[in-house]
T-cell receptor, first 114, second 113 residues
Framework: DGGITQSPKYLFRKEGQNVTLSCEQN?????MYWYRQDPGQGLRLIYY???????QKGDIAEGYSVSREKKESFPLTVTSAQKNPTAFYLC?????????????FGEGSWLTVV | DQQVKQNSPSLSVQEGRISILNCDYT??????FLWYKKYPAEGPTFLIS?????DKNEDGRFTVFLNKSAKHLSLHIVPSQPGDSAVYFC????????????FGKGTRLSVIA
């Protein structure tokens, strides 16, 4: 089945630790995105990438890092510099070039700091 | 500065009646608008979209209306069903397809049986 796979679904992080959330897509989409959802805050863009080995900061990139070594993969690392990392993280992908392009989301990953 | 605003955090509607979810935007460069539906602990799913060259787009029970001069769009669900209970996000982008979507904060719809 084509789609976007995020793992793990639930992740607990201790203070001061870095953690990496995985995102893989087999839709052959050029663009990939990471969003964060907090209660009452909607979906806020962390990072996005439109081509391998290139990515851009979104609105809330501080404390996060990404890589795009393969077209299918866009992992997100939540570093210890992110002061409030507890949230629901959503990975998405889309084709490029047409304004009507829909973005498709994965099932999300819950990160909790303990 | 919020470019896409959904001013109603929640809405309750009786089953069978119409649900109207509203969205306002401030960026005049936005040319394409989408609605997503989200259940708890799941990723959002695409519902319906509209281009700025249209003022209405319909898909089954869902209709989106766009008033470009007022920078306002609305999603109508008729008739509303209990399974429609979810959070609905409005999203927008300029006319290129290469810019990330900007999302509103969402409206939680509850359809009461």
């Amino acid at each position: 089945d084509g789609g976007i796979t995020q793992s793990p679904k639930y992740l607990f992080r201790k203070e001061g630790q870095n953690v990496t959330l995985s995102c893989e897509q087999n839709l052959n989409h050029d663009a990939m995105y990471w969003y964060r959802q907090d209660p009452g805050q909607g979906l806020r863009l962390i990072y996005y990438s439109q081509i391998v080995n290139d990515f851009q900061k979104g609105d809330i990139a501080e404390g996060y890092s990404v890589s795009r070594e393969k077209k299918e993969s866009f992992p997100l690392t939540v570093t210890s510099a992110q002061k409030n990392p507890t949230a629901f993280y959503l990975c998405a992908s889309s084709p490029l070039g047409q304004p009507g392009n829909t973005i498709y989301f994965g099932e999300g990953s819950w990160l909790t700091v303990v | 500065d919020q470019q896409v605003k959904q001013n109603s955090p929640s809405l309750s509607v009786q089953e069978g009646r119409i649900s109207i979810l509203n969205c306002d935007y401030t960026n005049s460069m936005f040319d394409y608008f989408l609605w997503y539906k989200k259940y708890p602990a799941e990723g959002p799913t695409f519902l319906i979209s509209i281009s700025s060259i249209k003022d209405k787009n319909e898909d089954g029970r869902f209709t989106v209306f766009l008033n470009k001069s007022a920078k306002h769009l609305s999603l109508h669900i008729v008739p509303s069903q209990p399974g429609d209970s979810a959070v609905y996000f409005c999203a927008a982008r300029p006319d290129s397809g290469n810019t990330p979507l900007v999302f509103g904060k969402g409206t939680r719809l509850s359809v009461i049986a």
